[in-house]
């Protein structure tokens, strides 16, 4: 249940944090490069069948994966690595 509720908290944090806040893509190059690679290499993110189509979609996948991972990011790191993936992969306006 605590799980639930910091999933909820961090999606509502992702949702309410808008363009004013800059993301930090050398953080999230660096936290992604020591938590993500474990599982995703480049193409991963580039294959054609990819499930992720915005930038809302980008910023939930990470906090799942986050999770997934055992990380504890919190909200600005979320979009610290979804701004790296994005400006390095997905190039989402």
């Given amino acids: ?3 639930v509720r910091t ?7 992702l949702l ?7 993301a930090d893509l050398a953080n999230g190059k660096a936290l992604h490069d020591s938590a ?3 599982c995703h290499q480049s ?3 580039t294959r054609k069948n990819r499930k992720i189509h ?9 906090a799942r994966c986050q999770q997934g991972a055992g990380e ?3 909200a600005a790191q979320i979009e610290d690595v979804a701004a ?6 997905y190039k989402f306006k």
């Fill in 43 to 45: 193409d991963y993110y």
């Fill in 54 to 62: 915005s930038i809302a979609e980008l910023n939930k996948q990470v």
């Fill in 7 to 13: 999933f909820t908290t961090l999606i509502a944090a």
């Fill in 36 to 38: 993500c690679k474990t």
């Fill in 72 to 74: 504890h990011w919190n």
């Fill in 84 to 89: 790296y993936l994005n400006a390095t992969y």
């Fill in 16 to 22: 309410l944090t808008g363009p004013a806040v800059a």
């Fill in 1 to 3: 249940m605590h799980s």
